[in-house]
């Protein structure tokens, strides 16, 4: 069955560092898979999302994912944190019947000063 | 340009009432998905609807839960005689007629805040 698993619960990074947020899953084919960022209090907004093709794939505000097949990873970047990049961040793959999207439990992201 | 509405944003209740989510899908959408978030268990898929069609209710506790999604109006998330294990964060997304697992875009609302007493 489908399933994401995000490593990290919890991660802190100082303001103008760079940035790996990690993401596993499993998929009986080539999934779909996506990042999406919830700010407290909010609605979950889309950063990016890979299909097919170039497995690099460039979002909104800077960010970046690589998908990697043989390691079953997507994991997202950005090269430079800034303090407004605080906030939840959740991978996510197709359910098997393609109706929903399933999402990993989120890795919570601090930016120190 | 609204975006996916949700209301009402904050809703309390005591145990044994009923509680009654809406949700109105952006312009152009036909497909309504429900998510529940509990505290450090991430978004746990609910069930999708299509105008007058329930397609994929897997996620649903199989009592108290209920969902619709009329020709006219909004969604609507129903839970009857509330427990306090009910008490979570609800999100109502939309998404154009090509679904989720085609594009991947599902617009989320702010969510809807249940706290039962």
């Known amino acids: 069955a489908q399933s994401v698993t995000q490593p990290d619960i919890h991660i802190t990074v100082s303001e103008g560092a760079s940035l790996e947020l990690r993401c596993n899953y499993s998929y009986g084919a080539t999934p779909y898979l996506f990042w999406y960022v919830q700010s407290p209090g909010q609605g979950l907004q889309l950063l990016l999302k890979?299909?097919?093709?170039?497995?690099l794939v460039q979002g909104i505000k800077g960010f970046e994912a690589e998908f990697k097949r043989s390691q079953s990873s997507f994991n997202l970047r950005k090269p430079s944190v800034h303090w407004s990049d605080a906030a939840e961040y959740f991978c996510?793959?197709?359910?098997?019947?393609?109706?929903?999207?399933?999402f990993g439990k989120g890795t919570t992201l601090s930016v120190s000063s | 340009n609204a975006g996916v509405m949700q209301n009402p944003r904050h809703l309390v209740r005591r145990r044994g009432q009923e509680a009654r989510l809406r949700c109105s899908p952006m312009?152009?959408?036909?497909?309504v998905y429900w998510y529940r978030q509990l505290p450090e268990e991430g978004l746990k898929f609910m069930v999708y609807?299509?105008?007058?069609?329930?397609?994929?209710e897997s996620g649903m506790p199989k009592e108290r839960f209920s969902a619709e999604f009329p020709k006219e109006g909004p969604s609507i998330l129903r839970i009857q005689q509330v427990v306090r294990g009910d008490s979570a964060a609800y999100f109502c997304a939309s998404s154009r007629p090509s679904g989720a697992g085609n594009t991947g875009e599902l617009f989320f609302g702010e969510g809807s805040r249940l706290t039962v007493l």
């Open positions: 312009k152009g959408h036909s497909h």
């Open positions: 890979y299909f097919s093709g170039d497995t």
């Open positions: 996510a793959v197709p359910n098997q019947a393609g109706t929903a999207l399933i």
């Open positions: 609807l299509q105008k007058e069609n329930i397609i994929d």
